[in-house]
Every structure is written in C-alpha cells, then in structure tokens.
C-alpha cells in the first residue's frame, strides 16, 4: 500500500488534489478556532459532557462546536436538507419528476438542498444560541428578537449561518477539485482532529490497563466490522439482449453484468435519525426540571430517568429504532432507482424471473433478507458504547461508533477514488 501512495504522490495531477484536499482542511481547522464573542468556555464544555445531543451536533461540526466557533454547527444543516430532499423526492410529484431528468434533475434538486441549508441553518443556530443561554453559557446580554437583544443574536445568528455555507461551499471546492466527497471529507477531518484528545483521556489516572486494552481491541474489532459490513454486498446476475446490424442483416447479441446490492445500503443515517429521536425528549425534559409546578417536574424527571444513557431501556430502544429506521431508508432510497422499470427499458432481465412486477418483487425479497444483516448490525454499533463500558469498565472513554462509522466509510471512499485515478494511470491499486 506504501507503494501505491508513492505513486499517487509521483503523479502531478493527483498530488495536486491531494494538497488541495489537505489545504482545505487545514483552513477549516483555522475556522473550528474562531469564536463567537460572549460564550464561557469552561461552561460549554462542561455542558458538552453532560448533554448527548450537543456530543452529537460536535462530531458534525468537526470539533468546532466545543469552542462555539462561527462553524459550530459545522454542515449538519446540510445533512439535514440533503435527508429532507430524498425523503421528499417521492412524495412530491414535481420533485420526482426532476429526479428522472438525469443530470440537469440532480443539479436542480442539489440547488433546491443548498437554499434550504440557509434557512435551517438560521434556525438551528438560534435554537442552539437559546439553548446555551438557558446553561448559563452566553456571559453577554440575552438572546431575543425584541429589544436591545436583536441585533446582537441576528449578528451571532448571521455568523454561525454563514459559517456552515463557507464549510459547504469548501466541501464542494474539495469535491470537484481535490479527492473524496467534500462534505464527507469536513466532518472526517474534524473526527480525526479529535483523536489527539480521546488518546490523552486514554491515560487518565484510575483507568485500569486490562480495561484499555480489551477497549482498543474492542475498537479493531468494529473497525474490522464496519469495513466487511460496508462493503459486503449481493450481485444479483442481470443479461441483456441487444440487436445489432452486420451485413443488412439483424443479429442478437446478450450482454453479461450484475446489480450489486449492499448489505449496509442506509449508511450511517439511520443512526442520525435514531440518536435525534432518542435525545430529543430527555433534552426538553432537562427545561422543566426545575419547574414550580409539583407534576411537570416530576413528569421532566421521569422522563429524564428513562432516557438515561445509563438505563438499559435506553439502549434496547435505540436498537430497535435504528433497525426500524435502516429499513425504511433502504426502501425509500431502493424505490427511487426503480431498477425494475430501468432494466425492461433497456432490454435487461434477470435469468429466471419475468421482467416487470415478477423482478420487482424478487428484488424486494432479496432487498429484504439482506437488510436484516445490515440493520441488526447498525443496531449494535449504536449500542457499542453501553457494551463497551460493560465489558471494560472503562467509564473515562467514549467510542463514538457513529464517527468510528463516518470515518471507515470515508476512507473507503477515498481509497476507491485514488484506485480509479490509479487505474487510469495503469497502477495498482490498493483495493485487491
């Protein structure tokens, strides 16, 4: 593998986009440091270790939330528009009608997702701005849409919305000009920025060294596992009869090839949903904690109690969740490529079942069994943290299985994109 990095290195063009990839991720790391004015640092992250959706929002923002940076929402508000638009793609006829345009359709549905960014990324950073103050992180004046508070929140509200279209536009600059999904490549980098921190709590005093080791172990292991889950997949055989002219005269030739169906075809948004979902009551719960009415309260502390991390509850129906999740994003992704109509307009088959309905249905029973596979196993990387402190005892450190998913998965993407510049360029590539 060495050697085929020094090839990639000796090739000017792809060394180019290597630097360029690089470069951009070390301005976006300048960024992650650029704070709002106002904010309690030693707040925030005290805050951060005791709030799971904030965790949560951090691995998107690519560690620039812990310093409340202009970027601290990072390109979440782009992941959400993106998930919207292909949720909605086939409910709404006029979006569906643009999906089946080809390329032109695409780029229409790409600009729609971009103008939505804007809006959700203004009302994310406002919600996350009145959130903050109620924890007692803002020091300055109060956040409103009245008063003499106006226009400091439109001010804060303006940087944190033009923080996350810089990062989106970078990520589109790296996508066209550098290697790897831009967007993608944002979020790995500010995962990867943070290992430095996760090693150091490594050697917390107290921590055991049988507990780290079975960790770092444990770590391999679902690392190992995300990459066979990831890029395991069904090939379902597909011929095609095609007729050609030779001679004045019309012969029939076939043609040989497959449909790879993944085992894992949702990704890792099943657990965005799941962990949205999840977190959402108990962070609403923690407002009324201190209510002086005797019933909120106690109705906010039950709540509270049950969607504890620490419950065994919380786990059970976060798995359950991301099973569910995994197989009505698999659907809803699978029935948009309407294989089955693509296939018996360009003259393909599947050996053995009739074009139309038959193959549809085959293909949605094969889609099913191979799902299971994928969804069971999404189920247990979202509850590898409960597993881990289980088998560890190891309290200090926290596996994120989410960015141990994002980052394998990005790699992975990257890997196939230099093998095909590779291969162009008659090099071995790395995946064998």
């Known amino acids: 593998m060495l050697e085929n990095l020094l090839n990639a290195w000796r090739s000017p063009d792809l060394r180019r986009k290597i630097l360029f990839t690089f470069g951009i991720l070390v301005i976006f790391r300048f960024i992650a440091h650029v704070p709002i004015p106002g904010i309690d640092i030693a707040a925030l992250q005290r805050l951060l270790q005791s709030n799971q959706l904030l965790g949560f929002l951090d691995i998107f923002s690519g560690g620039a939330f812990r310093n409340l940076s202009v970027a601290s929402l990072g390109v979440y508000p782009y992941i959400t528009a993106s998930i919207i638009m292909q949720l909605m793609s086939p409910v709404i006829p006029a979006l569906a009608n643009l999906a089946k345009e080809g390329e032109l359709g695409r780029h229409k549905i790409n600009q729609y997702t971009h103008w939505l960014t804007v809006p959700l990324a203004a009302l994310q950073g406002y919600g996350q ?112 009869a095609r007729s050609v002219f030779r001679g004045g005269r019309m012969y029939r030739q076939g043609g040989a090839t497959h449909i790879p169906l993944r085992v894992n075809s949702a990704g890792m948004i099943p657990l965005i949903f799941a962990a949205s979902i999840m977190i959402f009551p108990g962070m609403v719960a923690s407002f009324f904690l201190v209510s002086d009415i005797s019933w909120v309260s106690s109705i906010a502390q039950a709540i509270n109690r049950l969607f504890d991390t620490t419950f065994v509850f919380y786990w059970l129906f976060y798995f359950i969740l991301v099973v569910g999740f995994t197989f009505f994003y698999t659907v809803v992704m699978f029935q948009q490529q309407n294989l089955p109509e693509t296939l018996q307009k360009n003259g393909g088959f599947i050996p053995g079942i009739r074009p139309g309905r038959p193959t549809a249905e085959y293909l949605n029973t094969v889609l099913f069994r191979i799902t299971w596979a994928g969804a069971v196993f999404l189920g247990l990387i979202a509850v590898t943290p409960f597993l881990a402190q289980i088998l560890t005892g190891v309290r200090a450190l926290q596996l994120s299985s989410t960015a141990l998913l994002i980052v394998v998965g990005v790699a992975l993407d990257t890997m196939r994109q230099l093998e095909a510049q590779l291969m162009m360029r008659n090099y071995e590539g790395f995946i064998r």
């Open 129 to 240: 701005l009145v959130l903050l103050q109620s924890q007692g992180v803002l020091t300055g004046g109060g956040i409103g849409l009245t008063g003499p508070s106006l226009l400091p929140t439109l001010a804060m509200v303006g940087a944190i919305t033009a923080g996350t279209v810089l990062l989106v536009w970078m990520g589109e600059l790296i996508t066209e000009n550098g290697i790897g999904n831009g967007v993608s490549m944002i979020i790995f980098g500010g995962i990867v920025a943070g290992l430095p921190q996760i090693v150091g709590q490594t050697f917390l005093p107290g921590t055991e060294l049988f507990g780290i080791i079975v960790f770092m172990l444990l770590g391999l292991a679902i690392i190992a596992a995300i990459v066979f889950f990831q890029e395991a997949q069904r090939r379902i055989p597909v011929q095609y």
